[in-house]
């Protein structure tokens, strides 16, 4: 065992008399997923939402009981560990990338509890879970590992990154891009996919011109992130004669007691249209407000951060106060060969997945039980496949966190491969140099690749190639009862000046409340005869209609005038809206 130097509250000193041995902190809360290789990456997942989220204490005497109330097992994340399996099958597959070493890996289920994130990185860096801080129980585990993926969360990947940073260890997030991720970590933040927010911005502000929704709502995470998103879509909506009717910020799931239902169902019925930017655990207890209190249908515009479909609540009913949703989702080209590997899955062709057995006991409704420790799934479809399961639990269109994780594993093995690509060549292609490389000596390699930790949006910009383009899918109920997420449009930011919506307006569906576009206004257009008055302490889309004058007469109605450019020849609708003053 081998005595790892760092400095950290973290660490815990234990002075033995005689002999250095490793002893367990703690009961272990879950065991890793490990492969053997010559070069190791450590993964770190959330593939549940427990009792020990709300709970949310960070101690090392809190331990995750195996029989702690699960509200959430999400098996749709499932898909990012075979992401990261599938990737780094390719790459042992090719002789050429690490000069025909192999890629391992040691993947961890952390749930969404940051005390789970933090023993889970100690547990790759010692080899044994639970971890023993600051020792390398396992060397022959730990000096293999390269670096690390994950968290889904910002929480998440700022405790990972308070451990590994501290060993300089490289760490990717797959979690949505947030610029101020760097200012919570005191060493060095996590590498982060960057994000063209503006082109997001100006798609959204552009739907919302083009069904003429003037009045909206906005729904973010209580976090700096959410911060974020308020203040510039706000500017840009002012811009774009658009009134924000509400801002609500809605706190972590851990926190759902701080939480006002009927304050909050108040201000969801203010208006029809809501754009809510945040993931699926920020906006879990939303799900849950929503359904139990009821209100009117709101159409829900979103970003494919938020899946709506993941609870384990009957779908019909989601669809009910969820279905018409709009979503926003940065285009990825298909990873090629993963759906045919998805549908080669199954828990006899990965052994010592520790994983598989309950995503499938869920995923095809049949139980297993324990044999001699071992877990058996007994009452399966022999030859169950993936690509038969529902839209709630599973999904064979890869998702924007799994294409983020397998294009981690492959910027990881592009560093190691020019690390030693440096060996070989220093030693006149002499093989025996080519041991695991140390973790540090990746970064200079990952930097130069398309992954960033500025927070600084001109930079993250820069990384964009010429043109962003994002599609736009719409929440549906096809023939059957299935649900889908239908493509109905897409947006194409090239610049500010140079932009592309298109929308195929009858493929829309807008669910149960909805049998025909829905209007999104603070008040009615002032009739003949009437002018506009502004309404004291409300923004400029809410004022009272008042008669003209004697002999005088508006001789325009309505509050808004359209402009419609089409441009047959690229198919595109270019639309601008402007306040019409609407004086007598």
């Given at each position: 065992?081998?005595?790892?130097?760092?400095?950290?509250?973290?660490?815990?000193?234990?002075?033995?008399?005689?002999?250095?041995?490793?002893?367990?902190?703690?009961?272990?809360?879950?065991?890793?997923?490990?492969?053997?290789a010559d070069f190791v990456i450590g993964g770190l997942?959330?593939?549940?939402?427990?009792?020990?989220?709300?709970?949310?204490?960070?101690?090392?005497?809190?331990?995750?009981?195996?029989?702690?109330?699960?509200?959430?097992?999400?098996t749709k994340h499932y898909q990012h560990i075979l992401a990261m399996v599938f990737a780094i099958e390719k790459i042992n597959k090719d002789p050429n990338i690490l000069f025909n070493m192999s890629l391992g890996f040691y993947l961890f289920n952390v749930d969404f509890i940051e005390m789970k994130a933090v023993e889970s990185s100690m547990a790759l860096l010692s080899g044994e879970s639970p971890p023993i801080p600051n020792y390398s129980c396992r060397p022959e585990k730990t000096d293999k590992l390269v670096a690390v993926i994950g968290g889904i969360s910002t929480g998440i990947s700022t405790q990972i990154s308070r451990v590994l940073s501290l060993y300089n260890v490289p760490q990717i997030s797959y979690a949505p891009f947030d610029q101020s991720l760097g200012t919570r970590v005191q060493l060095q933040s996590p590498y982060q996919f960057p994000v063209h927010t503006t082109a997001l911005y100006q798609g959204i502000i552009q739907l919302l011109l083009y069904f003429t929704w003037v009045w909206v709502g906005l729904v973010v995470p209580d976090d700096m992130r959410g911060e974020l998103f308020l203040r510039d879509i706000t500017e840009k909506m002012t811009n774009h004669g658009l009134c924000v009717a509400l801002a609500e910020k809605i706190p972590e799931f851990s926190a759902t007691d701080t939480v006002n239902p009927s304050h909050f169902m108040e201000k969801v019925t203010m208006t029809r249209v809501i754009v809510a930017f945040g993931d699926t655990h920020d906006f879990m207890i939303i799900v849950y407000l929503i359904i139990f209190y009821a209100p009117f249908g709101n159409v829900w515009i979103t970003t494919s951060d938020w899946d709506i479909t993941?609870?384990?609540?009957?779908?019909?009913?989601?669809?009910?106060?969820?279905?018409?949703?709009?979503?926003?989702?940065?285009?990825?080209?298909?990873?090629?060969?993963?759906?045919?590997?998805?549908?080669?899955?199954?828990?006899?062709?990965?052994?010592?997945?520790?994983?598989?057995?309950?995503?499938?006991?869920?995923?095809?409704?049949?139980?297993?039980?324990?044999q001699h420790g071992n877990r058996e799934l007994s009452q399966c479809e022999p030859n169950g496949s993936l690509s038969t399961r529902p839209l709630h639990l599973w999904d064979m269109k890869t998702s924007p966190s799994s294409y983020k994780v397998h294009a981690a594993v492959y910027a990881i093995a592009q560093a190691v491969h020019e690390e030693l690509s440096l060996r070989v060549e220093v030693h006149s292609f002499d093989k025996s140099v080519l041991w695991a490389p140390l973790p540090w000596k990746l970064h200079p390699f990952l930097q130069r690749g398309q992954l960033g930790r500025s927070s600084n949006e001109g930079n993250v910009a820069n990384k964009q190639v010429s043109a962003t383009k994002l599609d736009i899918f719409n929440y549906q109920s096809l023939q059957g009862g299935t649900k889908a997420q239908v493509?109905?449009?897409?947006?194409?930011?090239?610049?500010?000046?140079?932009?592309?919506?298109?929308?195929?307006?009858?493929?829309?569906?807008?669910?149960?409340?909805?049998?025909?576009?829905?209007?999104?206004?603070?008040?009615?257009?002032?009739?003949?005869?009437?002018?506009?008055?502004?309404?004291?302490?409300?923004?400029?889309?809410?004022?009272?209609?008042?008669?003209?004058?004697?002999?005088?007469?508006?001789?325009?109605?309505?509050?808004?005038?359209?402009?419609?450019?089409?441009?047959?020849?690229?198919?595109?609708?270019?639309?601008?809206?402007?306040?019409?003053?609407?004086?007598?």
């Open positions: 065992m081998k005595l790892l130097i760092a400095f950290s509250p973290l660490i815990v000193p234990i002075v033995f008399q005689e002999q250095i041995s490793c002893v367990y902190l703690t009961k272990s809360a879950s065991s890793g997923y490990y492969q053997d997942f959330s593939l549940r939402e427990t009792a020990g989220d709300i709970e949310h204490r960070l101690d090392f005497k809190y331990t995750v009981d195996p029989l702690d109330v699960v509200y959430a097992d999400l993941i609870l384990p609540i009957e779908q019909n009913l989601i669809y009910t106060y969820f279905g018409g949703g709009l979503s926003f989702s940065f285009h990825m080209d298909e990873i090629l060969g993963f759906k045919d590997f998805l549908r080669s899955v199954q828990p006899r062709k990965y052994p010592h997945d520790i994983f598989i057995q309950d995503v499938w006991s869920i995923l095809f409704e049949c139980p297993y039980f324990d493509k109905v449009g897409e947006f194409v930011f090239e610049s500010h000046s140079v932009q592309h919506f298109s929308l195929n307006e009858e493929l829309i569906t807008w669910g149960e409340h909805h049998n025909q576009t829905p209007f999104s206004v603070c008040s009615q257009s002032c009739p003949l005869g009437f002018r506009k008055t502004p309404v004291e302490g409300k923004p400029f889309c809410c004022f009272d209609c008042i008669l003209c004058p004697d002999g005088e007469i508006a001789n325009k109605t309505g509050i808004y005038k359209m402009i419609l450019n089409v441009e047959i020849s690229r198919n595109v609708l270019n639309l601008e809206i402007y306040r019409n003053s609407s004086e007598c």
